[in-house]
């Protein structure tokens, strides 16, 4: 009965998808085809893409050549919001995502049908390799998020469920995701590493589990390792955004590979440069993410490129709040209570939270909020109780330190071990 149950939401979430009007399955292929090339007769067929769309577009775009990409000008994240939040109106129909980012920069996604199905098909190309796939039961190890009525529902339909494991509660957390029996692991690195120190304190260890996959912070070899003995199974390190989605994902032996067939990847001065030659809903061209990456070629064909991702500067692990009893909670929390806010308040403002003291952060903001620091600290300290059930006190500061802002202007630094309080 359990079987047929589990089979059941598989068929259920495959089915959603096509009701959205996703034919996952396509690109899929594609993917699988474009992988099989060499990289001479890949360029050329990704080419005469860029051609197309230059031409259905009537688009006086330069990129008409991946050879082109390299000559034209860096686009920053405050460019392109600015940019698209005048233009949101005009979208009638397809799909969007919004997220504060862990840079503290709203960005607002618009995607076409085709668009969104070429990023899941790179996902599900990326799942396959480790016996996993779109629609197999996922625990997901994520912030709180929303937890009304649409959320809920999406996570049914998606065959998914949330789990946060912090404080005092994890040890219960771990057992529910334990009983739920799921197929895969999926989580930010910091809580993941947090579920695991929950296992390995109640000497719990999983079974039927294929793999956990760690996304949005650093993990390193040791935490890996530590993860991969708690869970039962390999553990894969994945690198995204929400711009891209999956951007490279590790294969078997350990490699993080480039795997989305239309994305151009740079490792520059400006750090990790990426661009999306498909994409037509909005221009993104040299966007600059925000991370520092190292790229080398590595002689292993089994998945995607033979680039490989080897380092990424700007994703710590390192991303709890702390009360002043001690309790903490996910930095998370804040990049959710920040987009609230600014689509309550109908504005756009950068923005950086840091903690240098126990139960209290400081926040600073580009531009200030319209409706003044006051009405943004009261709702920040308010929603916080209400989702972590916390007091933490808030305090505006204007003129932001040099000394505390990382290489990534991350939108949350904790600076409790370098201080004395």
């Known amino acids: 009965m359990g079987r047929l149950l589990r089979n059941l939401r598989y068929y259920l979430t495959k089915t959603t998808y096509k009701v959205m009007g996703l034919n996952i399955d396509r690109y899929r292929k594609i993917v699988d085809k474009y992988w099989s090339m060499n990289e001479v007769s890949r360029n050329e067929i990704l080419n005469q893409e860029l051609i197309a769309k230059a031409n259905h577009d009537n688009s006086t775009n330069i990129i008409l050549r991946l050879e082109d990409i390299r000559s034209a000008p860096v686009m920053g994240k405050e460019i392109f919001s600015k940019r698209d939040l005048s233009s949101r109106g005009s979208l009638r129909k397809g799909f969007s995502r919004h997220t504060s980012g862990t840079t503290g920069k709203p960005t607002f996604i618009t995607l076409s049908s085709n668009e969104l199905e070429r990023m899941?098909?790179?996902?599900?190309?990326?799942?396959?390799?480790?016996?996993?796939?779109?629609?197999?039961?996922?625990?997901?190890?994520?912030?709180?998020?929303?937890?009304?009525?649409?959320?809920?529902?999406?996570?049914?339909?998606?065959?998914?469920?949330?789990?946060?494991?912090?404080?005092?509660?994890?040890?219960?957390?771990?057992?529910r995701l334990i009983a739920w029996c799921p197929d895969y692991v999926y989580g930010y690195s910091s809580l993941v590493?947090?579920?695991?120190?929950?296992?390995?304190?109640?000497?719990?260890?999983?079974?039927?589990?294929?793999?956990?996959?760690?996304?949005?912070?650093?993990?390193?070899?040791?935490?890996?390792?530590?993860?991969?003995?708690?869970?039962?199974?390999?553990?894969?390190?994945?690198?995204?955004?929400?711009?891209?989605?999956?951007?490279?994902?590790?294969?078997?032996?350990?490699?993080?590979h480039l795997v989305n067939p239309w994305l151009v990847v740079e490792e520059s001065d400006d750090g990790c440069l990426v661009t999306d030659i498909s994409r037509a809903s909005q221009g993104l061209v040299r966007y600059k993410l925000g991370d520092i990456i190292k790229l080398q070629?590595?002689?292993?064909?089994?998945?995607?490129?033979?680039?490989?991702?080897?380092?990424?500067?700007?994703?710590?692990?390192?991303q709890f709040v702390f009360s002043k009893n001690g309790e903490r909670f996910h930095s998370v929390e804040f990049a959710y209570i920040f987009d609230r806010y600014l689509r309550e308040r109908n504005e756009y403002f950068n923005f950086q939270v840091i903690q240098e003291k126990a139960g209290k952060v400081l926040i600073t903001t580009d531009p200030s909020p319209k409706l003044g620091t006051e009405d943004l600290c009261s709702y920040l300290k308010k929603a916080l109780y209400d989702k972590v059930n916390l007091d933490i006190d808030a305090e505006y500061i204007f003129d932001l330190d040099e000394n505390i802002v990382a290489k990534k202007k991350s939108y949350f630094i904790q600076r409790l071990a370098q201080k004395n309080d």
């Open 120 to 175: 899941l098909a790179v996902r599900e190309y990326c799942f396959n390799h480790h016996g996993i796939s779109l629609g197999h039961r996922e625990a997901r190890i994520w912030g709180r998020g929303n937890a009304d009525i649409k959320g809920k529902l999406k996570n049914f339909l998606l065959n998914r469920k949330l789990f946060t494991p912090e404080g005092e509660n994890s040890h219960q957390v771990v057992k």
């Open 193 to 256: 590493i947090e579920a695991s120190k929950a296992l390995s304190e109640l000497k719990l260890s999983p079974k039927g589990i294929k793999c956990v996959i760690c996304t949005a912070e650093n993990i390193t070899p040791f935490q890996k390792a530590m993860v991969s003995e708690a869970f039962n199974c390999p553990v894969i390190e994945e690198y995204g955004s929400t711009e891209f989605d999956v951007i490279a994902f590790d294969c078997r032996m350990g490699h993080r």
């Open 297 to 318: 070629s590595e002689n292993c064909g089994t998945f995607g490129s033979k680039s490989v991702i080897t380092g990424i500067e700007g994703r710590s692990a390192n």
